[in-house]
């Protein structure tokens, strides 16, 4: 069963691994990242910095574990937002090993579960490169609806993309 848990300086090295060997897999749905991305130094560094924000409630950084309790992607819940919002967006991705397999679909249900559980929020939102209909897959099967299209959204692979956006409501909102 594909399970989620807090991220630890202690995944540096595997997460180091798998950005090394899944770059050119990877690298079309992420930002240009330095050679240091893929080095456990780099990786201890993004752990460091997304565990601050994590401390500050603005992240909820996760790594996804397969049956094994192996490591096979990260998926957070980002840029929290309380007040009147009660919102935050979601981000996943998943190794080419064990893509395909539920991983993404699971880790998301997870998150989704803490979301509107534990963290109490109304929202989560999604957004996806509009020609990655996988992840939109992966959304549309944990209940997420489609809203918009985002012209240039994020810079993804170097070039400002289109996004299309997903939200998920919590269900028991009144």
Same mark, same amino acid.
């Given at each position: 069963?594909?399970?989620?848990?807090? #991220?630890?300086?202690? !995944?540096? &090295?595997?997460? %180091?691994?798998?950005?090394? $060997?899944? @770059?050119?897999? /990877?690298?079309?749905?992420?930002? #240009?990242?330095?050679? !240091?991305? &893929?080095?456990? %130094?780099?990786?201890?560094? $993004?752990? @460091?910095?997304? /565990?601050?924000?994590?401390?500050?409630?603005?992240?909820?950084?996760?790594?996804?574990?397969?049956?094994?309790?192996?490591?096979?992607?990260?998926?957070?819940?980002?840029?929290?937002?309380?007040?009147?919002?009660?919102?935050?967006?979601?981000?996943?991705?998943?190794?080419?090993?064990?893509?395909?397999?539920?991983?993404?679909?699971?880790?998301?249900?997870?998150?989704?579960?803490?979301?509107?559980?534990?963290?109490?929020?109304?929202?989560?939102?999604?957004?996806?490169?509009?020609?990655?209909?996988?992840?939109?897959?992966?959304?549309?099967?944990?209940?997420?609806?489609?809203?918009?299209?985002?012209?240039?959204?994020?810079?993804?692979?170097?070039?400002?993309?289109?996004?299309?956006?997903?939200?998920?409501?919590?269900?028991?909102?009144?």
């Amino acid at each position: 069963m594909t399970t989620t848990r807090l #991220l630890s300086p202690d !995944d540096a &090295a595997v997460l %180091a691994r798998i950005a090394a $060997e899944d @770059r050119d897999f /990877l690298a079309p749905w992420e930002p #240009l990242r330095g050679e !240091d991305w &893929a080095t456990e %130094a780099g990786q201890r560094e $993004e752990i @460091r910095s997304v /565990l601050e924000q994590h401390r500050l409630g603005l992240r909820v950084p996760h790594v996804v574990l397969d049956d094994a309790g192996a490591v096979v992607g990260r998926v957070s819940l980002n840029n929290v937002v309380r007040g009147a919002f009660q919102s935050c967006s979601l981000g996943y991705w998943i190794r080419s090993a064990a893509n395909g397999r539920g991983h993404a679909t699971a880790a998301v249900r997870a998150m989704l579960a803490l979301a509107f559980g534990e963290l109490g929020l109304h929202r989560v939102e999604a957004g996806t490169l509009v020609h990655n209909l996988a992840s939109q897959r992966v959304l549309e099967r944990t209940g997420f609806t489609r809203y918009g299209l985002a012209p240039q959204y994020l810079r993804i692979a170097g070039r400002w993309q289109d996004h299309v956006l997903f939200q998920r409501l919590d269900p028991a909102s009144p």
